[in-house]
């Protein structure tokens, strides 16, 4: 009787759709493409770091006030307003592109010539300690 009722719950969930599925949140940065090891850094909401690929982070996880800090940097530069994607003039096509998601939204820049998004790559790299 457990077994079946087990089996009824597991296969019920894998029919939930995955647009019921909860959005993502936190933050999460990274490089793909070009020459380069790709990697991928996520910071939770509850301020837990984890990386993947060739990031090496010297913080586990962020405080309260770094992860509102995060947030000021990207609401005062536009995050929410800025292109979904942008190819930087000028920037050779074996250079590696970067992302930044920022809740749901993620946004990726191939060079360097979005400001407001190089401001909160480098608080991001500040503040999880990468190397």
């Not at 809740?103 to 990468?130: E, I």
């Amino acid at each position: 009787m457990l077994r079946a009722a087990l089996a009824l719950a597991f296969g019920a969930a894998a029919l939930v759709p995955a647009a019921a599925a909860t959005p993502q949140q936190g933050f999460a940065f990274g490089r793909s493409g070009g020459n380069i090891r790709p990697f991928r850094v996520v910071i939770a909401t509850d301020g837990v770091v984890r990386s993947t690929g060739a990031a090496h982070v010297g913080r586990a996880r962020l405080t309260r006030l770094q992860l509102g800090e995060l947030n000021r940097i990207a609401a005062t530069g536009s995050f929410g307003s800025l292109p979904l994607s942008t190819n930087c003039s000028g920037t050779l096509p074996d250079v590696a592109a970067t992302f930044i998601r920022v809740g749901p939204r993620t946004v990726r820049v191939h060079g360097d010539c979005v400001a407001a998004y190089s401001k909160l790559w480098k608080a991001l790299v500040r503040a999880v300690r990468m190397s």
